[in-house]
């Protein structure tokens, strides 16, 4: 069965750093890109980051471009995002997923999900 | 960039048919996928490639995408299908490749 655990979401004040942890289980991690995505209390769903199967490619929206980096280590089979210049609207349940993607229609979808881990950003 | 709409609340009573709809501009050339989030629950796809449905989801749940609108649709209602359900698709040509829908909250009367 494959398992997404989030990890590493605390109250942190505006301006601080964090970084999320995602142990990954159940599948072959090297072989898949991997995703963050938040929510923001009582909000919709948000994509944050994409990073490629190999760690050499990174994709992120223009809302954390600059401040969040996406990593993976796959000896460990743990995705990361480090997470800096907190703001006030980072605030949100931050998910790992992993990826899936048709090369031929250029699409992706996100399945399946961790929990989710809760990062404040308060002062 | 590009946006989905979705309606914030759609009602429906058991056992009948709920059609929740994402449009978009020429959203038929796109493939569209479906999350299913019910309260304090991560996300979970029901629908993916426009129509196909991943194992365990229940024959109920089925999709469609033509012109400027995608719809999933739930047959049968039950109580338990009350949820956000969320449109999303990956535009791999767009500087923004990345879209969801607002969400779409399913209420069974």
């Known amino acids: 069965e494959v398992q997404l655990v989030e990890s590493g979401g605390v109250v942190v004040q505006p301006g601080g750093s964090l970084r999320l942890s995602c142990a990954a289980s159940g599948f072959t991690f090297d072989d898949y890109a991997m995703h963050w995505v938040r929510q923001a209390p009582g909000k919709g769903l948000e994509w944050v980051s994409l990073i490629s199967w190999d760690g050499g490619s990174t994709y992120y929206a223009d809302s954390v471009k600059g401040r969040f980096t996406i990593s993976r280590d796959n000896s460990k089979n743990s995705l990361y995002l480090q997470m800096n210049s907190l703001r006030a609207e980072d605030t949100a349940l931050y998910y790992c997923a992993k990826d899936n993607f048709i090369a031929v229609a250029g699409t992706r979808w996100f399945d399946p999900w961790g929990q989710g881990t809760l990062v404040t950003v308060s002062s | ?109």
Do not use: M
């Open chain 2, 1 to 109: 960039s590009y946006v989905l709409t979705q309606p914030p609340s759609v009602s429906v009573a058991p056992g009948k048919t709920a059609r929740i709809t994402c449009g978009g501009n020429n959203i038929g050339s796109k493939s569209v996928h479906w999350y299913q989030q019910k309260p304090g629950q991560a996300p979970v796809l029901v629908i993916y490639y426009d129509s196909d449905r991943p194992s365990g989801i229940p024959e109920r749940f089925s999709g469609s995408n033509s012109g400027n609108t995608a719809t999933l649709t739930i047959s049968r209602v039950e109580a338990g299908d009350e949820a956000d359900y969320y449109c999303q698709v990956w535009d791999s040509s767009s500087d923004h490749p990345e879209v969801f829908g607002g969400g779409t909250k399913l209420t069974v009367l």
